[in-house]
């Protein structure tokens, strides 16, 4: 904690996680090698021209690839020489300098080179001063000029992890998804229905037929499927489908028809269609009972040679609500268990970090003579169960396994989706750990001078926008909404004005496009009390703004958002000196009583139920 305390006061911070290591002895270079191996650090190649220049640097004898070996005897020189053009790779994010002392070696100019370039770069340069006693003046000095230093490779390499972490959880806290997406509308009509009648029909598992259903109507490609009570009609299907076709049962109740040699792949005649069919039936009322097999369903065989299997899914955790999982699909997934968890809503960034952090990533590139998928259309399902499980909170369990991935596309193969009833007086989005951005609250009206005007919720990227509105407030507005006499909004006030938890706070920011581009020009927020039935709200219109209906505006939005959070209340501090803010309070329907605890306030109050 101590040293993640000095290395975040130093103002080290990393913009990824590709290390590089420079080490004079190579053995010590390996255990910070086998660390960050541990920590699925990055320890990418460098550029040519970087190791160009180190080729033309070092001795013959050195390694130039990543970690880079200086040899046993470099003196200052070659190491600043070295990590200055290992540190300007635009392949790396961070560099570790792993120093040990040896004949020849110098640790004090050494450490003095170290400081010196630490000032030419803003990425995170760490050192490991391995070596005892004999090189504690050169450590004292790299303590005296908050250098980040450590006495093992190991931990150095931990602290660059933590500062990767830390910037990669910045990026999550950017990341305010919409529970749907800017790509085709799904057809929620249909779902519903789907989702209804299953449930009203006391089942709580789809078949086949109808989990691929739902995934069509959220436009996820999958297979053509028919249905077949009996050999005769598996035949048929068989043919009109063309061969060779896939065969799988149809029973209530089963989740993986592998566990009851429930697939049969390859059919490449009739005859095997029948043989197989007439086999697969038998077995499955001798195990199941008869009154529990529905039939079969047949499907083309899709196989292939460029084809990858993946798997997406859907889990249910106690906690965290619906969690979307991707990884390495098939029959074997259990096997290789390479699956990567991650919380919806998603968006772009968020679902292509999901599929980095698998192993099955490697295998979506280009290799060998195979051509690399199509990532654009993996990503796009991710996106699409994404909002599936923002959209019905029904959905307890969804697996699409296989799901085949190639250059041109992608195609669900099989999928399985399981259901629970709806809880009675369920909120929107309530069964989300993280609710998504409410993009159904966005509106688009005029002033009153007809200029356009837009009404939506805070995003954290309006963190500057928030900066310049507040910035040129006048000293009177500014004092009025904060009630002090500060000029700008520090960045800890910034990140809690704009990085909402949706399930419980509220802010509508008013935006017009001006000559400078799109500018705020009125916010108005209200944060729940722990009653869940009132909320407490502030709102300020910028100076120039003010007279032009947006007040009356921006209050509507607010009462709106309040009622879909299911608030009843709204309820605030007012300046007893602020006029305009009280006359306008009472133009807007709420009560206004003396503040029972100050009297240079004013306690306002409005019960949505009452007109405005």
């Known amino acids: 904690m101590f040293t993640a305390i000095r290395v975040m006061d130093g103002s080290y911070r990393t913009k990824g996680r590709r290390l590089a290591i420079i080490t004079n002895g190579i053995g010590a270079g390996l255990m910070a090698v086998d660390r960050a191996n541990d920590l699925h650090i990055e320890l990418p190649q460098l550029a040519d021209a970087t190791i160009a220049q180190l080729r033309g640097l070092l001795p013959l004898q050195s390694s130039v690839h990543n970690p880079v ?80 230093f450590f006495n093992a490779p190991e931990s150095a390499v931990e602290v660059f992890y933590s500062l990767a972490a830390w910037q990669y959880n910045q990026q999550l806290l950017l990341q305010t998804p919409s529970p749907l997406g800017e790509m085709e509308a799904p057809d929620l009509e249909t779902a519903q229905m789907i989702i209804s009648t299953v449930l009203a029909s006391g089942r709580e598992v789809l078949d086949e037929v109808e989990s691929k ?11 053509l499927t028919i249905r077949a009570q009996s050999v005769d009609e598996a035949v048929s299907a068989a043919m009109g489908l063309g061969l060779p076709v896939a065969m799988k049962i ?37 195990r199941l009972g008869a009154e529990n097999v529905r039939g079969l369903v047949i499907q083309p065989m899709h196989g292939k040679k460029s084809g990858r299997e993946l798997m997406v899914g859907v889990g249910r955790d106690r906690a965290f609500g619906p969690v979307i999982t991707f990884g390495y699909g098939g029959v074997t997934v259990e096997v290789f268990n390479d699956i990567a968890v991650s919380l919806p809503p998603l968006n772009e960034y968020l679902a292509e970090n999901l599929i980095s952090r698998t192993r099955v990533k490697k295998m979506l590139a280009p290799f060998r003579n195979l051509p690399g998928v199509d990532m654009a259309a993996v990503k796009a399902v991710l996106l699409r169960v994404s909002e599936m499980v923002c959209e019905f909170p029904q959905i307890q369990q969804l697996d699409i396994n296989p799901l085949i991935a190639d250059e041109n596309g992608v195609i669900a193969v099989d999928a399985r989706i399981v259901l629970a009833p709806l809880a009675e007086h369920a909120r929107r989005y309530s069964h ?60 800890a006030m910034l990140a809690r004005f704009t990085q909402l938890d949706y399930t419980r706070e509220m802010a509508i920011v008013a935006t017009v496009e001006t000559v400078i581009g799109t500018e705020i020009i009125g916010v108005a927020r209200f944060n729940a009390n722990p009653d869940r039935d009132s909320c407490e709200f502030a709102v300020v219109i910028s100076d120039q703004w003010q007279g032009m209906g947006l007040g009356g505006r921006l209050m509507n939005a607010l009462f709106i958002a309040a009622r879909d959070m299911g608030l009843s209340v709204v309820e605030g501090e007012v300046l007893s000196s602020n006029k305009t803010m009280l006359t306008f309070m009472k133009h807007m329907g709420f009560s206004i009583t003396r503040h029972a605890e100050d009297n240079s306030l004013k306690w306002v109050v409005k019960r949505l139920q009452d007109p405005i």
């Open 250 to 286: 149809d029973a209530k109740g089963i989740l993986h028809k592998t566990d009851i040699d429930g697939v049969v792949l390859n059919l490449n005649s009739l005859v095997q269609v029948a043989t197989e069919a007439s086999k697969m039936l038998s077995r499955a009322q001798e």
């Open 432 to 491: 989300m750990a993280i609710h998504p951005y409410p993009a159904h609250l966005a509106q688009i009206t005029q002033l009153k001078n007809g200029l356009p005007l837009v009404l939506r919720p805070i995003r954290p990227e309006d963190a500057d926008l928030i900066a310049l509105f507040v910035s040129k407030l006048s000293d009177e507005s500014r004092y009025n909404r904060f009630m002090s006499t500060l000029k700008s909004l520090p960045q």
């Open 213 to 223: 259903a739902i995934l069509r109507a959220f436009h996820i490609p999958v297979t």
């Open 69 to 148: 070996d200086v040899l046993g005897d470099a003196n200052a020189e070659r190491f600043k020489l070295a990590t200055e053009l290992v540190i300007k790779d635009p392949n790396i994010d961070g560099v570790l300098v792993v120093f040990t002392p040896q004949v020849g070696t110098d640790d004090m100019a050494t450490a003095e080179a170290m400081i010196a370039l630490k000032k030419t770069t803003d990425k995170p340069l760490l050192l490991a001063w391995v070596g005892g006693k004999k090189i504690d003046a050169s450590r004292k000095l790299l303590g005296k000029s908050q250098m980040a």
